[in-house]
């Protein structure tokens, strides 16, 4: 079991999608062969990961986990096949103190083991709840888009997990991948090769582009997953390629150990 924090410091880069795609490409039976049995945690206050999969916002979600309600009382149930404890506006109050950041972690000690995955989606910022996600998870995911500051972007978020792997050792990078992209201008193509140029300097996996498509933003807006939606689009073959290689790539760490 992991648990997969999906964070950059930076907004747009296609952060909650990626979140919802790779809980959605867990739970679609076509995707896995069998249905993986899946958590989602949106610890951003805006609750876009919540709407995404469909979970009620005006129920109790992430702000009473950290806040310490215990779990089980909080998870609701998402028609896309998963489980999902929401986000609210409450977040934005959360603060830090000694130690505050392992809230997350001791909250999930007690249910991690009932899943076969757990999607972190966090903040585009760095702060108490991003931090609370890196201390929890056991995987990073790193999504940016196709621009200029991406290679800034990654440095950061690569910076903060290497801080973190020092109280939290199980901390790996999964991977870094582009979202909405476009392959048909040169600009993108050298922004790509330098993004997994870089990545590869740091020793982080290249995972894939999802390439752009409106397909995304109607999934969400219709709250369905995009493995129902548009499941021959090329998001949905993207991220489904994406998911594969998480999937491989944990395959191989198991043989190696």
């Given at each position: 079991?992991?648990?997969?924090?999906?964070a950059?410091?930076?907004g747009g880069?296609g952060?909650?999608t990626?979140?919802?795609a790779?809980?959605?490409a867990?739970a679609?039976?076509?995707?896995?062969?069998k249905?993986?049995?899946?958590?989602a945690?949106?610890?951003?206050?805006?609750?876009?990961l919540s709407?995404?999969?469909?979970?009620?916002?005006?129920?109790?979600?992430?702000?009473e986990?950290?806040?310490?309600?215990?779990?089980?009382?909080?998870?609701q149930?998402s028609?896309?096949?998963?489980?999902?404890?929401?986000?609210?506006?409450?977040?934005?109050?959360?603060?830090?103190?000694?130690?505050s950041a392992?809230?997350?972690?001791?909250?999930l000690?007690?249910?991690?083991?009932?899943?076969?995955?757990i999607?972190?989606?966090?903040p585009?910022?760095a702060?108490?709840?991003?931090?609370?996600?890196?201390?929890a998870?056991?995987?990073?995911?790193?999504?940016?888009?196709?621009d200029?500051?991406n290679l800034?972007?990654?440095?950061q978020?690569?910076?903060?997990a290497?801080?973190?792997?020092?109280?939290?050792p199980d901390?790996?990078?999964?991977?870094?991948?582009?979202?909405k992209?476009d392959?048909r201008?040169?600009?993108n193509?050298?922004?790509?090769?330098?993004?997994?140029?870089a990545?590869?300097?740091?020793g982080?996996?290249?995972?894939?582009?999802?390439r752009?498509?409106?397909?995304?933003q109607e999934?969400?807006?219709l709250q369905?997953?995009l493995f129902?939606?548009?499941?021959?689009?090329?998001?949905?073959?993207?991220?489904?390629?994406?998911?594969?290689?998480?999937?491989?790539?944990?395959?191989?760490?198991?043989?190696?150990g």
């Amino acid at each position: 079991m992991n648990i997969y924090a999906i964070a950059v410091q930076k907004g747009g880069t296609g952060k909650t999608t990626t979140a919802a795609a790779i809980a959605q490409a867990a739970a679609h039976k076509e995707t896995t062969r069998k249905r993986l049995r899946v958590l989602a945690i949106d610890l951003d206050p805006q609750g876009n990961l919540s709407f995404a999969l469909a979970a009620d916002t005006n129920k109790p979600g992430s702000f009473e986990l950290l806040e310490g309600t215990p779990a089980r009382y909080l998870i609701q149930k998402s028609p896309q096949g998963m489980d999902v404890i929401p986000a609210s506006w409450s977040l934005s109050t959360i603060t830090s103190a000694p130690g505050s950041a392992r809230r997350l972690q001791k909250a999930l000690e007690p249910i991690k083991d009932d899943y076969d995955i757990i999607i972190i989606d966090t903040p585009p910022t760095a702060g108490e709840l991003q931090y609370n996600a890196l201390q929890a998870a056991t995987r990073l995911i790193i999504p940016l888009e196709t621009d200029a500051y991406n290679l800034q972007s990654l440095q950061q978020i690569t910076a903060a997990a290497r801080q973190f792997q020092k109280s939290n050792p199980d901390l790996l990078p999964a991977g870094v991948l582009l979202t909405k992209y476009d392959g048909r201008a040169t600009i993108n193509k050298q922004l790509r090769q330098a993004v997994e140029n870089a990545a590869g300097r740091a020793g982080i996996p290249f995972l894939g582009a999802v390439r752009k498509s409106v397909a995304v933003q109607e999934a969400a807006a219709l709250q369905v997953s995009l493995f129902d939606y548009a499941p021959r689009s090329n998001p949905a073959a993207d991220y489904r390629q994406i998911f594969k290689n998480l999937m491989k790539q944990e395959k191989s760490r198991k043989q190696e150990g």
